[in-house]
């Protein structure tokens, strides 16, 4: 019965740890983020999912974020961005900075 209520509440935390964990998906293509805009929610850990459909790496870079990462071509990567509160977050493409841009929304 011990090793039975031990298993549960670690399967609960689990189940727990996952729901405060989300992924958004991006896609960068033509040197341009697709969505543009993401929306998260405040205080909840968070993580980006960039798929680069380009045939070049861009740079991932992001002041109010504190984040930057390569983004090599035809590769997916995945950064953490959370928990953050609520308010605007740039980001842009370092390579591509006129057209590869977006923002973290967080409600």
């Given at each position: 019965m011990h090793n039975f209520l031990l298993a549960l509440v670690l399967s609960l935390l689990?189940?727990?740890?996952?729901?405060?964990r989300e992924e958004f998906r991006l896609v960068l293509k033509?040197?341009?983020?697709?969505?543009?805009e993401i929306q998260?929610?405040?205080n909840s850990l968070a993580f980006l999912v960039?798929?680069?459909?380009?045939?070049?790496?861009?740079?991932?870079?992001?002041?109010?974020?504190?984040?930057e990462k390569i983004?090599?071509?035809?590769?997916?990567?995945k950064i953490k961005i959370g928990p953050l509160k609520a308010g605007s977050?740039?980001?842009m493409g370092?390579?591509?900075?006129?057209?590869?841009?977006?923002?973290?929304?967080?409600k």
């Open positions: 689990a189940v727990a740890a996952n729901a405060e033509n040197h341009t983020f697709s969505p543009a998260v929610p405040a960039i798929e680069n459909k380009d045939a070049s790496a861009e740079e991932f870079q992001s002041k109010d974020l504190h984040r983004l090599a071509a035809g590769k997916t990567e977050y740039q980001f370092a390579f591509n900075p006129d057209t590869a841009q977006g923002v973290v929304t967080v």
